[in-house]
C-alpha cells in the first residue's frame, strides 16, 4: 500500500530512520482511503508553519512512513473524514497552528479553551487572545438520562481532565471527555531550545514515561544526525526502559484492584513498585531516571553496586510477585468485576491502532520493541503477549507477563553488557535543516518523536506524540453500556496520560 | 488470599525502621503527629491539585501512601474533597486551562487551610517558564504557606516539608490568609 501509494515519489533526503514524503490533495486523500480501509495504521499527526505531516504504518509489511502536505491558504484536506482517530489531532493542529482542515466533522477547539494570551500560539502571525465558544458537549436522547459531570479536578490523586457521562440509572449511554487542561505549551517551548535543553522538556511530558520520552527523542535526534551512540548507552537506555515499564506496570495492577476495593493487591504491588523505584535510585541517581537518557547517550552509567541492587530487586519480584498473580487469579470477588467489563472490539483496536497494553489486550499484535525493532530489542528480542478478550481482566494479564517478560530479560542483559564509553559529543551544528523520527514503546504504548533541526543546532520544531491520543476515545467506547461504578476500573486499566496528550 | 494474610501476619512490616531514610522520616513523621494534634486536634487532611503536572510528582506523593512510607500512620490522609481538606497540595506550573479550577478549589477549601507547591514547576514553573500557557508559581494564583521543590521531591522530601510547614505555623499560630 505504502509502496502504492508513494512509489513513484522521492524521498525527503533531510529525513531519516524511515522515509518522509510531500503528497498532494490527490494522494493525502489516497492516505484516507487507506486509513480507511485498514491497510495502514495513523501513528501520528501534527501541524507545522505550512504543512501538515502525518506518520503511518503499514502492518502488513513493517514499514513506516511521514507524509507532509503543504497547507495553502491557510487550509489543508481533511483525514479525520475518512479515519476518525485522526479528529482530535486534527482539532489540536487547527487550534495551535489556525489550519483549517476542510471537511474536518468536528470542528470544536480542543486543546484551546479559550484561556491563552494569544491563540494560534504556533501560527505566524499568532492571533490575539480571545474566548472561545461554550463546548458543546455531544447529545444523547431517550427517557430518563442524565448528565454526570466529572473533572477537571478529580477525587484521587491523580491529573485533571473533564468527563461528561450521560447515563441512564446505572448504565453509562455515553461518556465525552474534555481535555487539554494540563496543556502547557510543549511544542512552543521546544522551539529554538538546543537539544540538550529540549531533551530537558521531553522527560518532563509525561513523568511516569520520562525514560520513554527522553528515549525516543534521543533516538530522533540522533537519526537526524545520523549518529550512533555508544553500544553500553544503547543497552543501559533499554535496561532503563524495562525498568520504567515494570514500575509502571505494578502500579498499574494494584491501582486497578484498589478501584475494585481490593486494598491488599494495591498495598501488595505499592511494595514491589517502591523497591523497583530504589533500585533505579541506586542504579541511576534518581528514582524516575528522570534527564538519564540524553542525546549522544546516557548521563549515568551502571556500575557494580547499581546493577546488584537490580538484581537483587528483580530476584525478590520474581519470589513474591507469582504469589500475587495467583491471589488475583484466585479471588472471585474480583474477577467479578475485572471479567467482560470495559470491553475495547478487536475492530476498534485496529482501527485506532491501539498502543500498548490496551491493543495487545484486544488482540492488536503490535509492540514496537518488536515490530520495528531498535537496539538492543533487535539483538535481544523480548516476548509479547496478546490476548483477544480485550475487558480489564485482559488488560491486566498482559501487564503481568510483561512484567515477567521485562524481568527475564533484565537479568540476561546485565549479564551481557558491553563496555566503553556511555555519551560521546554530539555535534548539532549542520549546514541545513535535518530531520528525524523515532518510535520508541513505553509502558503505556509507542511513542513517536518527530524532530526538526536547523542550521544553528536549534530545534526548529519537534513533535512528540504520547500514545494517550489513540487510547482515549476507546475510553469512551469501552465505558458503554457498563456501569457508572466500573468507570474507575475501566479508566484505570486504560491509565492514559492527560499531560502527555494535553503537551 | 487467607495464605497471604496469614504469611503476612508472621512477616515483619515494610513500614520503615531499617531502609535508607528511615530514622529522619520516623523522626519527621511522629513530630508531625505531635504538631498536627496540637493545631488540628485529629488529623491533616489532604487534597491534591493537578495544576498542569507532568504527573511525576504525583507519583511520588503517591508513594507516600505505600507500605514503606504509610502516612496514614502520622495522622495524614488524602481525601476527595477540598471541602474535607485542611491543606492543598498543588503540583504543576499552573496552566491557564487549570487556573479556575485551582481557584475554585481554593475557595472550596474550608478554612483554617494551608497550601503547599509541590514541585519546580510549582514554585516557578520550572523547565515550562516562559510558555503562552502557563500563568507561572502556584503563589500567583493562590497564597501558598510552603514550597517543596525537587523534580520530583521524593517522599522523603515531601513528608518533612509538610512538617516544616506546620512547625512554622505553629509557632505564629495561625497562617495570615485565614478568614
Not at chain 1, 154 to 173: C, D, N
Not at chain 1, 177 to 190: N, V
Not at chain 1, 196 to 224: C, K, M, N
Not at chain 1, 325 to 331: A, F, G, Q, R, V
Amino acid at each position: 500500500m505504502l509502496k502504492a501509494l508513494f512509489g513513484d515519489l522521492s524521498a525527503a533526503p533531510t529525513h531519516h530512520r524511515w522515509p518522509r514524503f510531500t503528497a498532494d490533495s490527490e494522494r493525502w486523500r489516497g492516505i484516507g482511503e487507506a486509513l480507511r480501509e485498514g491497510k495502514l495504521d495513523l501513528l501520528g499527526l501534527w501541524g507545522d508553519v505550512g504543512a501538515v505531516h502525518c506518520v503511518l504504518f503499514e502492518p502488513a509489511t513493517r514499514n513506516v512512513v511521514s507524509a507532509s502536505i503543504e497547507v495553502i491558504a491557510g487550509k489543508a484536506p481533511s483525514l479525520a473524514v475518512f479515519h476518525a482517530p485522526a479528529s482530535r489531532l486534527e482539532r489540536a493542529a487547527a487550534d495551535l497552528f489556525g489550519i483549517e482542515f476542510v471537511g474536518l466533522p468536528d470542528p470544536r477547539a480542543w486543546i484551546d479553551h479559550g484561556r491563552w494570551p494569544i491563540r494560534t500560539p504556533l501560527a505566524q502571525p499568532q492571533l490575539p487572545g480571545a474566548p472561545v465558544p461554550p463546548y458543546r458537549f455531544l447529545e444523547a436522547q431517550g427517557p430518563s438520562l442524565h448528565q454526570i459531570p466529572v473533572g477537571p479536578v478529580h477525587a484521587g490523586i491523580i491529573e485533571p481532565g473533564h468527563f461528561r457521562f450521560t447515563a441512564s440509572g446505572e448504565t453509562v449511554v455515553r461518556l465525552e471527555e474534555r481535555l487539554g487542561y494540563t496543556h502547557k505549551g510543549i511544542d512552543k517551548l521546544l522551539e529554538g531550545k538546543s537539544t540538550e535543553d529540549a531533551a530537558r522538556i521531553a522527560a518532563r511530558v509525561s513523568g511516569d514515561s520520562t525514560v520513554a520520552y527522553s528515549f525516543s527523542f534521543a533516538r530522533a535526534v540522533e537519526a537526524a544526525l545520523e549518529f550512533q551512540p555508544p553500544p553500553r548507552a544503547v543497552w543501559l537506555r533499554a535496561v532503563m526502559a524495562e525498568l520504567e515499564r515494570i514500575a509502571n506496570h505494578l502500579g498499574d495492577i494494584g491501582a486497578i484492584c484498589n478501584d475494585a476495593a481490593f486494598s491488599m493487591m494495591h498495598a501488595e504491588c505499592g511494595i514491589l513498585r517502591e523497591l523497583v523505584l530504589r533500585a533505579c535510585a541506586v542504579a541511576f541517581g534518581h528514582r524516575l531516571m528522570m534527564d538519564r537518557i540524553v542525546p549522544g547517550g546516557v548521563a549515568a552509567d551502571l556500575d557494580a553496586v547499581g546493577r546488584e541492587a537490580i538484581l537483587r530487586m528483580t530476584r525478590r519480584v520474581q519470589s513474591q510477585f507469582p504469589e500475587l498473580i495467583e491471589l488475583y487469579d484466585n479471588t472471585a470477588s474480583l474477577q467479578d468485576r475485572t471479567v467482560g467489563t470495559g470491553v475495547v472490539s478487536a475492530a476498534l483496536a485496529a482501527q485506532f491502532a491501539a498502543p500498548g497494553v490496551v491493543g495487545r489486550a484486544s488482540a492488536r499484535s503490535f509492540d514496537t520493541r518488536l515490530a520495528l525493532p531498535y537496539a538492543p530489542y533487535d539483538a535481544v528480542p523480548i516476548d509479547i503477549t496478546v490476548r483477544s478478550e480485550g475487558d480489564v481482566d485482559a488488560r491486566i494479564w498482559v501487564r503481568i507477563q510483561e512484567i515477567l517478560f521485562s524481568i527475564a530479560w533484565l537479568e540476561a542483559a546485565l549479564s551481557s553488557l558491553p563496555g566503553g564509553p556511555v555519551r560521546l559529543p554530539v555535534n548539532t551544528a549542520t549546514r541545513a535543516s535535518i530531520e528525524g523520527s523515532a518510535l520508541v514503546e513505553g509502558f503505556r504504548g509507542d511513542i513517536l518523536a518527530s524532530v526538526r533541526i536547523g542550521p544553528a543546532g536549534r530545534i526548529e520544531r519537534c513533535h512528540l506524540r504520547d500514545p494517550s491520543w489513540f487510547l482515549w476515545p476507546l475510553l469512551e467506547a469501552a465505558i458503554e453500556g457498563n456501569i457508572v461504578a466500573d468507570f474507575p476500573l475501566c479508566n484505570k486499566s486504560f491509565n492514559c496520560s492527560y499531560s502527555g496528550h494535553d503537551l | 488470599m487467607r495464605r497471604r494474610l496469614f504469611k503476612n501476619l508472621f512477616t515483619a512490616p515494610c513500614t520503615e525502621p531499617v531502609a535508607e531514610g528511615a530514622a529522619a522520616l520516623d523522626a519527621a513523621g511522629t513530630q508531625l503527629r505531635g504538631v498536627i494534634a496540637r493545631t488540628l486536634g485529629r488529623s491533616l487532611a489532604i487534597r491534591e491539585v493537578d495544576a498542569g503536572s507532568c504527573n511525576a510528582c504525583e507519583l511520588e506523593i503517591h508513594a507516600l501512601s505505600n507500605a514503606f512510607y504509610d502516612v496514614e500512620r502520622f495522622g495524614i490522609r488524602f481525601v476527595a474533597s477540598p471541602r474535607h481538606a485542611d491543606l492543598l497540595l498543588v503540583t504543576g506550573p499552573v496552566t491557564h486551562n487549570m487556573r479556575e479550577a485551582l481557584e475554585r478549589t481554593y475557595a472550596a477549601t474550608p478554612a483554617p487551610k494551608w497550601v503547599v507547591a509541590v514541585g519546580d514547576c510549582s514554585a516557578g514553573c520550572g523547565v515550562f517558564a516562559h510558555s503562552y500557557a502557563c500563568v507561572g508559581a502556584v503563589s500567583k494564583v493562590i497564597p501558598v504557606d510552603l514550597v517543596i521543590r525537587g523534580c520530583p521531591p521524593t517522599p522523603t522530601d515531601l513528608l518533612q516539608g509538610l512538617l516544616g510547614l506546620l512547625n512554622s505555623s505553629t509557632a505564629v499560630g495561625v497562617n495570615s490568609h485565614q478568614s
